[in-house]
């Protein structure tokens, strides 16, 4: 499996995952997106520096579906996200217990493919340049919510 991992862009990108569904900004171009049931566990992985190959472990133990199927899901989830700039490689990264289990109502609703969701209706009023001070300290920066 692939040991590559990646972290939040933290130069750009504020996230909060709340109530199951994780919710990006991208603060240079005022974008946001949402992901939300397998998408959301996913990102909370991906920003917790879990390899492809722990995220893959992770879902296919936890939902009825093979392990190619889920990987290549979530390698073109990766690659959207890489795509918007959303998350960066994580070049370095401590490698991290495979611990994370996902949450039991998302196990017993099934597997659904991961997609991001691109909302463009407020870019304009979320553009930030240079992003304001003090931005990054909110409580969508919880280490623990992430």
Do not use: C, F
């Not at 603060?27 to 996913?42: F, M, N």
């Not at 390899?51 to 979530?74: F, H, K, N």
């Not at 918007?84 to 099934?110: C, H």
């Amino acid at each position: 499996m692939n040991d590559r991992r990646w972290t939040l862009n933290q130069t750009e990108v504020a996230a909060k995952v709340i109530d199951g569904e994780a919710i990006i900004l991208n603060l240079s171009t005022g974008l946001y997106y949402s992901l939300d049931g397998i998408g959301a566990e996913v990102w909370e992985m991906l920003v917790a520096n879990r390899s492809m190959g722990q995220i893959v472990d992770t879902l296919a133990g936890a939902y009825a579906e093979s392990a190619q199927r889920i990987e290549t899901d979530v390698e073109q989830l990766v690659s959207d996200l890489e795509r918007e700039n959303l998350i960066v490689t994580a070049n370095g990264a401590t490698p991290m217990t495979n611990d994370w289990s996902p949450a039991t109502e998302g196990a017993a609703a099934g597997y659904v493919s991961p997609a991001l969701v691109k909302h463009t209706d407020m870019a304009d009023l979320l553009a930030l340049d240079p992003p304001m001070p003090g931005l990054m300290d909110g409580p969508w920066t919880d280490s623990e919510q992430v």
